[in-house]
């Protein structure tokens, strides 16, 4: 009976953890001509991506691409994003309104972003006092711009 046991484990096929992570579905990559130097592989490789989204996500496209699929397929349960528009995604928002999704794709981006940002002050707690309009002084003998009256006479003692 054992050796039964053995010799069914034995045509058992087993996968190793990295065939089961690319057992995903494989996104092809939108962005053929994205990279603007050759230059943005080896960035890549060293998680700029990450570190400067808004130069890497902008001038090194198809190779940060490649880096986030490569991450989500051999990564799956590893706390690190996992999508291209992560970054994008996060600085929008996204992070408390999707909060789900966000959590298992784009952890790294949304770290501290899950609740919503603060609501603005209220305006009317900070009115300014009216200033004062000054009204501009008439010349001797003309009428009061304010009131439109005629000046007043000085008072003569005799």
Known sequence: MLSLTFAALSETKFASPGQLARSQPYEAN????????????????????????PHMLEQCKYSCWEWFEHRRQNYPDAKIDKK???HLWAKNGECHKNKVFM??????????RYDPPPEPPDPTLYKQKPKKKKGKKGKKGAADVRTGQPPK???TEL
């Not at 960035?43 to 570190?51: G, L, S």
């Not at 959590?103 to 501290?112: T, V």
Request: aromatic share 10%; charged share 30%; glycine share 8%.
């Open 153 to 155: 006479e000085p008072k």
């Open 30 to 53: 939108p962005f053929v001509d994205g990279d603007s130097t050759q230059e943005c592989y080896q960035w890549a490789a060293d998680h700029e991506c990450i570190k400067n989204p």
């Open 103 to 112: 959590e298992g794709m784009c952890p790294e981006s949304c770290e501290g």
């Open 84 to 86: 291209f528009h992560c």
